[in-house]
């Protein structure tokens, strides 16, 4: 199976804050990777698709890049609604593997 | 915007079949070619796919970590997908997800919790 790993596990920011989450792949996954917000809970809702194509409805100040094994998922300007977990996803193996999960926590 | 919606039992005794529907609405699970799959998330931990079907149900992939006790199946007629899990442990306590898959998952059912206890 294809080990996805997010870094950090936690990440304290305050609002107006810029960050980023990186995902890394265990092997190369071209540009087959998700990224998604969850909520306590609420189900996972789908933020970006093939690393970098922003889902209809999610807001411009998330983005997505990378290729390959490394990734990166963006927010820009924070806002409350986003403090919440992120989660990646690969599609290019299966079977479908999830990263471990960032926890976007106010500073 | 397609709704999903899973149901089924909230208690599973141990040994027992784990059983769970998805109904999806403001949709045909016929329509767009689309995968229809089944996530679960252990308790405070992270997401796991157990498999897939395709709309026509002649295309099913199962997580190799579950294949030997996992069943997907599709009734197209009444719109719904289902999901048997067999002989289940404490382990297999979880939420279960339903979602329409086209490698990324979107969108998702709002969950079911499953406990498996005597």
């Known amino acids: 199976d294809i080990q996805m790993t997010q870094s950090p596990s936690t990440l304290s920011a305050s609002v107006g804050d810029r960050v980023t989450i990186t995902c890394r792949a265990s092997?190369?996954?071209?540009?087959?990777l998700a990224w998604y917000q969850q909520k306590p809970g609420k189900a996972p809702k789908l933020l970006i698709y093939?690393?970098?194509s922003l889902q209809s409805g999610v807001p411009s100040r998330f983005s997505g890049s990378g290729s390959g094994t490394e990734f990166t998922l963006t927010i820009n300007s924070l806002q409350p609604d986003d403090f919440a977990t992120y989660f990646c996803?690969?599609?290019?193996?299966?079977?479908?593997?999830f990263g471990q999960g960032t926890n976007l926590e106010i500073k | 915007q397609v709704q999903l919606q899973e149901s089924g039992p909230g208690l599973v005794k141990p040994s027992q079949t784990l059983s769970l529907t998805c109904t999806v609405s403001?949709?045909?699970?016929?329509?767009?070619?689309?995968?229809w799959s089944w996530i679960r998330q252990l308790p405070g931990k992270g997401l796991e796919w157990i498999g897939y079907?395709?709309?026509?149900?002649?295309?099913?992939y199962y997580n190799p970590s579950l294949r030997n006790r996992v069943t997907i199946s599709v009734d197209a007629y009444n719109n719904q997908f289902s999901l048997e899990l067999s002989s289940v442990t404490a382990a297999d306590t979880a939420v279960y997800y339903c979602?329409?898959?086209?490698?990324?998952?979107?969108?998702w059912g709002q969950g079911t919790l499953v406990t498996v206890s005597s």
């Open positions: 979602a329409r898959s086209e490698g990324w998952f979107g969108p």
């Open positions: 403001s949709g045909s699970i016929n329509s767009g070619g689309y995968y």
């Open positions: 079907i395709y709309y026509s149900g002649n295309t099913k």
């Open positions: 092997q190369s996954i071209s540009s087959w």
């Open positions: 093939k690393a970098s």
């Open positions: 996803q690969q599609y290019n193996n299966y079977p479908y593997t």
